[in-house]
């Protein structure tokens, strides 16, 4: 992130314990923002994935990203007050370096066409064609760890 002065900082969070900040911050940027609908923002993978959380000082919910088993990164969202400031580019890194610690052979995920290029600053290449999910164009990514 751009600084210590941000003040924002990112821990793990857990489905069953942090699920209303999770929820708090993927509903404003999915569904409100993106207008994506309830039925396809909530799946069965929440409860199975790692997920990350920044926080503000005060505790408050400003970012997300999860990590399925398999190695797919899913629901990165930063809340637009917040962007700019590094929060999804330390959210991808804290990601890509657990999934090492798992020594899983690859990283994969559906990226917003939108955010092509933020992927591709860490690493990731497309992968397809481009595809529409939650009526929003993506293409899938991949990114080989060591």
């Given amino acids: 992130m751009k600084g210590e002065q941000t003040g924002i900082t990112l821990r793990p969070a857990t489905w069953e314990a942090d699920r209303e900040a999770l929820m708090f911050v993927r509903r404003a940027v999915f569904i409100e923002e993106q207008g994506v609908s309830e039925d396809e923002e909530w ?14 000082v005060k505790r408050d919910a400003v970012g997300t990203a999860r990590l399925h088993p398999s190695g797919r990164v899913g629901r990165v969202a930063v809340l637009k007050a917040f962007r700019g400031l590094g929060i999804g580019h330390a959210l991808m890194l804290e990601v890509i370096q657990r999934a090492e610690l798992r020594a899983l052979p690859q990283l994969a995920l559906n990226a917003q066409v939108q955010a092509l290029e933020f992927y591709r600053r860490l690493g990731f290449v497309p992968r397809g064609e481009e595809f529409l999910e939650a009526g929003i164009a993506h293409i899938e990514m991949v990114k080989p760890l060591k």
């Fill in 43 to 56: 799946d069965e993978h929440d409860p199975v994935c790692e997920h990350l959380l920044a926080t503000t």
